[in-house]
């Protein structure tokens, strides 16, 4: 057996996430008032199918683009997902802590790769 492609795994979740995004578009009008949230999660989707489209460019395109603005699109990705989940459950959301705490995370990946290669270390960060 062949060792696994990762560009195509990548290309493969890409596919996934924007086909679940654009299901959870087309439903969440279907759904009564009191369920909210899907809105968010969809965006979410469709963000992490171009921060998989930018993962999936490594090595073809610029690193600026495939490890800074890629992650920084996959961290906007999961923001939503969470922002979403509280609404879901009508909780409030304090957005100006996120963008400190996506901030720190952010830098900490970008100078990752000036430090060491590791793709463990910028996936655990």
């Not at 999936?56 to 997902?81: C, E, H, P, Q």
């Not at 509280?86 to 400190?100: C, G, K, T």
């Amino acid at each position: 057996m062949t060792d696994l492609d990762l560009r195509t795994a990548v290309w493969l979740t890409a596919v996934l996430v924007g086909m679940m995004s654009l299901v959870l578009f087309l439903l969440r009008n279907s759904y009564p008032p009191y369920v909210r949230g899907i809105t968010h999660w969809a965006s979410a989707l469709a963000i992490f199918f171009v921060a998989c489209v930018l993962f999936s460019k490594r090595g073809v395109w610029a690193d600026f683009i495939t490890i800074f603005i890629a992650n920084l699109v996959m961290m906007f990705g999961m923001t939503l997902l969470y922002f979403g989940s509280r609404r879901h459950f009508d909780l409030s959301v304090a957005p100006r802590n996120w963008i400190i705490f996506g901030t720190v995370c952010l830098a900490v990946i970008t100078l990752v790769p000036t430090v060491s290669a590791s793709y463990q270390l910028r996936s655990t960060v």
